[in-house]
């Protein structure tokens, strides 16, 4: 069974008291027991421990089970290395404080939208064309106030090929809209992959890994308009980690990807593209050992046919996920 040792029943306590938090995958094994008594799906997963090398325990001296899927979570997938879960619908702002998981993923939220195809739709989904290299200048270096990318008013050039509608249209990708987008809170678990922290919800992964997808959303929000699955949908994820050297964060997928260290640009790969992957070495960002800085993942699905997501990182995550402010646990 998974396992967490936290120095209270809240993650928010935890880390009042300073517990830095390690994120690593041991590759634990299938369907084992949760403490609701529900089977566990996928693979793998991860254990939080003290950095410290002390073991942190729950308030009556015992460990705390971490617990996959979370309660009343839907849409739970295996996929290549993990599996993700759809949370719940949060579009009115209100946010859950505690999952009662036992930090058992990372969690972000979903926004969908309708296609840009139909006549209400959001006119930047399902409308761009295709390119097979990252376009980059979307977004500024550095995130805004509010913690999103802010648009960089890109040129003509640019926008007609990210199939881009300006400013009002992109700001809608990442903040709630009513009647433009429906949020949800999702779940992804990570597994181990050579002894690295993996999310792959992807194809063509190589090693005799299975292909698999990444569609949160199926059958819910607007739903599926008339496709097997339920694409135009964006993924934005807020956590934090304790640098120690020689970490590294690695995104492959599709369509548009922004990740962000400590509020600055480090991964970009805008546009309607297939696959792509970059890698960033946190030993070349100027960071202090031991300190923490903060990491978010921008990530938007703009077309079909296809969607794949997949992270890698060797960081040590201090929580499970942040929405709205709110940290989840």
Not at 81 to 108: E, H
Request: proline share 4%.
């Amino acid at each position: 069974m998974l396992k967490i040792r936290l120095a209270s029943q809240g993650y928010s306590v935890a880390l009042a008291c300073g517990a830095a938090l390690s994120l690593f995958a041991p590759g634990c094994g299938t369907k084992e027991k949760g403490t609701d008594g529900e089977s566990s799906v996928g693979g793998g997963g991860y254990v939080v421990q003290g950095s410290g090398g002390g073991s942190n325990i729950g308030g009556d001296g015992g460990p705390i089970a971490a617990v996959w899927p979370p309660t009343g979570y839907t849409n739970v997938t295996d996929v290549s290395v993990g599996a993700y879960a759809l949370g719940p619908d949060i579009s009115s702002g209100t946010v859950p404080t505690n999952t009662g998981t036992g930090c058992s993923g990372l969690y972000g939220v979903v926004r969908d939208f309708k296609m840009g195809t139909s006549a209400d739709g959001h006119p930047d989904f399902e409308t761009a064309p295709a390119t097979t290299r990252p376009i980059t200048g979307i977004v500024e270096t550095t995130l805004g106030a509010d913690g999103k990318p802010v648009y960089a008013n890109p040129d003509s050039t640019i926008t007609t090929n990210a199939g881009l509608h300006g400013q009002a249209a992109f700001d809608e990708w990442y903040h709630d809209t009513s009647g433009v987008n429906m949020t949800y809170i999702v779940a992804l678990k990570l597994g181990a992959l050579n002894s690295v922290a993996t999310f792959a919800a992807s194809k063509s992964n190589g090693g005799g890994l299975p292909d698999s997808s990444f569609f949160p959303l199926d059958g819910a929000g607007f739903g599926n308009e008339t496709q097997p699955h339920n694409f135009s949908f964006t993924t934005e994820i807020h956590t934090s980690f304790t640098y120690k050297g020689g970490e590294t964060f690695t995104f492959k997928g599709d369509d548009d990807v922004w990740v962000f260290i400590d509020k600055k640009l480090v991964i970009d790969l805008g546009g309607r593209h297939g696959q792509l992957q970059q890698t960033v070495n946190l030993d070349t960002l100027g960071l202090t050992l031991t300190s923490v800085y903060d990491l978010a993942v921008f990530h938007a699905e703009r077309h079909t046919s296809e969607s794949n997501f997949q992270i890698q990182t060797t960081l040590a995550f201090t929580n499970c996920g942040q929405v709205n402010g709110v940290t989840i646990n």
